[in-house]
């Protein structure tokens, strides 16, 4: 129930309504409902390959024989066994192929995998194979892989770091936990691929990011622009009384309570959503950026809704945080709070702050949430959302399409700035010191930048960051080492 707070007992409210029991977002929940009415994604086809030797054979260059521990069809079995339960597990992944390399041709081989969307190469214990042999079929393809070398496959990880400059995640490990790790991120290039992105009134960001064709080649997504326009013309087709139930239900009831927005304000903004979504399954598009977002409507509602459900909404035409919401969402299933972030050495960490959070964690329950207006403005609605103290974090924002910029840490504390936007949270971070004075580590304005920095695309790469629930760091690293960008820790940053 919906209740009136003010600003001086806010944080009271938050701490009651931490202990309210708030439905999770489970498979059957009216939001999992909602988000299935979005055209879904083909699964990933990943082919799967073995590679290993057994028995004897003659070394061409001593002539002596040599006898290789044998690995049997048991091994094999377990693998695909394996499999399978992570293509069941996953729901959106699908194993093809299964040949062993020997004794089965490369070139038939790479013939069949040519059309699947990555590789990944199990090498068996015993002996791993030719590793020439493997450089026509594997990296030819000109497509992600995963090499998930076992320990006791032979000596030829001695070469693998040879295709670290290609787009493969090597691993060395025992642990088949980390091969299903490395399987959900292969999948991202293929969802990448299937995903259209419309820019409301045209993209901002990094040069690169701002163009359709570079995000095409780089990361294969398809970037649209369109005009608020349309948007505004669809929403007066919007029945009110649907815009009203929905307002009542998912926003007024369960917020803790209602601070300057009128009800026919909130109401007004849910139909603009419902413009937004009707606009976005018709064109199949699974994100949206706005740089008309401060209009009439405000869009922080808007935005806020689609990162409940699982999409990606990002505010002030931001499309290099859009790009980092999705590749968040595909790789880690984390939706993104992007903020306008600032450094506090006093407490060696980073404030968070914006005006368009999610509520919704996956799995999870709603996090408590105020419903105010945009602070900016004095108008429109927004949220205040309680963001959960202790929870690891990771601050991150890829650039140009080609550097990942990560800070991990922890939420320290909540606040309520009346100088900052509604949400605000504070994360640890590792150097504060060295985080403020490297800020964008390089990567988005050159350390001997001019001091006309308007060929940098403005403020808007070198403030927002987005936030996700969780240390995403290594996942990060890794989802890099197939997608072929770097990740720079920027906090450590020298």
């Not at 009216?30 to 028995?55: N, V």
């Not at 521990?69 to 693998?79: Q, S, V």
């Not at 980073?350 to 999870?364: I, L, M, N």
Request: net charge neutral; glycine share 10%; hydrophobic share 40%.
């Amino acid at each position: 129930m919906s209740v009136s707070v003010t600003r001086r007992n806010f944080v009271g409210a938050v701490a009651v309504a931490g202990s309210l029991p708030l439905s999770p977002a489970g498979a059957q929940s009216p939001l999992a409902a909602e988000a299935a009415e979005w055209p879904r994604l083909r699964p990933a086809t990943i082919y799967k390959l073995y590679i290993g030797r057994s028995g004897a054979t003659t070394n061409p260059r001593t002539g002596s024989r040599v006898q290789y521990l044998t690995w049997g069809a048991e091994e094999i079995a377990k693998m695909d066994n394996h499999l399978r339960g992570l293509e069941t597990k996953l729901g959106d992944v699908r194993f093809v192929g299964g040949e062993t390399i020997p004794p089965a041709d490369v070139e038939q081989v790479a013939a069949k995998a040519a059309s699947a969307d990555g590789l990944l190469l199990v090498w068996l214990s015993g002996h791993g194979g030719d590793y020439a042999t493997l450089e026509k079929l594997s990296f030819g393809l000109d497509k992600p892989a995963v090499s998930f070398f076992q320990p006791f496959s032979g000596h030829g990880w001695m070469w693998h770091q040879q295709w670290k400059n290609r787009r493969v995640l090597l691993l060395s490990t025992t642990g088949l936990h980390e091969l299903d790790e490395a399987v959900r991120l292969l999948r991202v290039p293929a969802m990448m691929k299937q995903t259209r992105i419309l820019a409301i009134d045209g993209p901002r960001g990094t040069k690169a990011a701002c163009a359709p064709a570079e995000v095409k080649k780089k990361l294969g997504a398809d970037l649209v622009t369109i005009k608020n326009d349309r948007i505004l013309e669809i929403a007066k087709s919007i029945d009110p009384a649907a815009a009203e139930e929905e307002a009542e239900q998912y926003w007024i009831k369960p917020a803790i309570g209602i601070l300057e927005p009128k009800r026919q304000e909130i109401v007004d903004s849910v139909r603009y959503y419902q413009a937004v979504k009707k606009l976005m399954i018709a064109e199949n598009a699974r994100a949206v950026c706005s740089a008309a977002c401060m209009g009439e409507p405000r869009a922080c509602l808007t935005f806020s809704k689609l990162n409940d459900l699982g999409l990606a909404g990002a505010c002030e035409g931001d499309i290099d945080s859009t790009l980092t919401m999705l590749l968040f969402g595909y790789a880690f299933r984390a939706p993104g709070f992007i903020t306008d972030p600032v450094v506090d050495e006093s407490k060696n960490a980073v404030v968070q702050f914006h005006c368009t959070s999610f509520t919704q964690r996956p799995g999870g329950n709603r996090m408590p949430f105020l419903i105010r207006n945009q602070t900016d403005s004095g108008g429109g609605v927004a949220l205040q959302v309680q963001w959960e103290v202790g929870e690891p974090v990771t601050m991150a924002k890829l650039v140009n399409l080609d550097t990942m910029l990560a800070v991990p840490g922890k939420i320290t504390e909540t606040g309520v700035s009346p100088l900052a936007c509604r949400t605000q949270f504070t994360q640890s971070v590792r150097d504060a010191r060295s985080l403020f004075l490297n800020w964008g580590a390089g990567a988005i304005v050159p350390p001997d930048a001019p001091g006309d920095l308007s060929q940098y695309a403005g403020a808007m790469p070198m403030l927002h960051r987005s936030v996700f629930y969780g240390d995403h760091v290594r996942g990060l690293k890794r989802l890099g080492d197939l997608m072929g960008f770097r990740v720079i820790e920027e906090d450590l940053a020298t």
